[in-house]
């Protein structure tokens, strides 16, 4: 990767994909688009299918069952490794694929929304 000085801002080149220029060539930007949408699409379902399938209770944010636990609630299966290492592995897996993880806050009266 080079860096080009212009006027104090820093544009580096990129070199090319071979990947992206085989499937832009082949089927245009849609074939880039399709892939792009499957992997993602791969990305959330592991994810989902780790949550479904290896362990059920590491679905949700965790805050019901911490709110339990601290007023004296023995919650079964929350507290081990088995349902931490999924949760880790399956947020890891749903915010590459894109998902919007954790709080968003849509509200159009921030200033920071344009309309």
């Keep these: 990767m080079r860096f080009y000085p212009y006027n104090r801002v820093y544009f580096y080149i990129l070199k090319p994909n071979p990947v992206t220029d085989f499937l832009a060539q082949c089927y245009g930007f849609t074939g880039i688009f399709v892939t792009y949408a499957s992997f993602n699409l791969v990305l959330a379902l592991l994810s989902a299918g780790l949550c479904i399938k290896v362990s059920p209770e590491a679905v949700g944010s965790g805050i019901p069952e911490v709110k339990a636990y601290l007023n004296g609630v023995r ?41």
């Design 75 to 115: 919650v079964k299966r929350f507290s081990n490794w088995k349902c931490f290492v999924v949760k880790v592995i399956s947020t890891i897996l749903s915010v590459s694929s894109g998902l919007c993880i954790g709080e968003t806050n849509i509200n159009p009266s921030d200033n920071n929304v344009v309309t």
